[in-house]
């Protein structure tokens, strides 16, 4: 897990949003929000998922944002099973390029619900790339929708995932001719690969975030 950092208040849609924020390392090239697994089963933004994308990221030239979404830590509001929580992510994306307008290209990233939570946000946001993590599809009555771009999506699932089934990915992204990256004998919370998973994103997102 990464050094504990100061949280910062970003104003959302319902109140104040607790948000981690790690900074570019090198050059900035843009800025990137990650957001948490399922609060109802403990996801918050320290989750160490997240974290290790958000210390890959920053390696990779991104301002990285993770907030508390609504209801979540000291964040205001009331969970609201993913709806509500598209437009504060939209928020945090808002205030990171206010912050960063030099850093112009934009990531969207998500482990689990966040994951859902961020294929919602990219039809408004149109990041430059999705960073998509044993993403939560098949598991809300309202269906994900297809990536906003799929040749600039990332999804890495764990082979034995026991919390959203590996197929589920795996269908999602046929239809789109998604590639899938596979973590062998990863579960869904990727315990004993955090590391295989940091070298995953760092070998492959400069690929996808080519112009």
Known sequence: MLKQQPNIWIN????????????AQGTARGVAVINHPNPLQGGL?????????????TTLGFHCYLPNLRGVGNSDG?????????????????????????????VLSGFSFGGYVALFSALTARPDALLLMGPAIG???VDVPDAY????TLLIH?????VVPLQNSMNWAEAQNLPVVVIPGSGHFFHGKLIVLRQWI?????????E
């Open 78 to 106: 009331e969970h609201d099973y993913g709806r509500g929580e598209v437009a504060d992510c939209l928020a945090v994306v808002d205030f990171a390029r206010t912050q960063h307008p030099e850093a112009t290209k934009l």
């Open 149 to 152: 771009n799929s040749a600039t």
């Open 139 to 141: 598991m809300y009555t």
């Open 45 to 57: 933004n320290t989750n160490k998922v997240v974290q290790t994308a958000a210390k890959a990221l």
């Open 12 to 23: 959302g849609p319902v109140g104040r949003l607790e948000t981690i924020y790690l900074p």
């Open 202 to 210: 760092e070998r492959l997102f400069p690929a996808v975030l080519a």
């Open 158 to 162: 764990g082979e034995k995932d026991e």
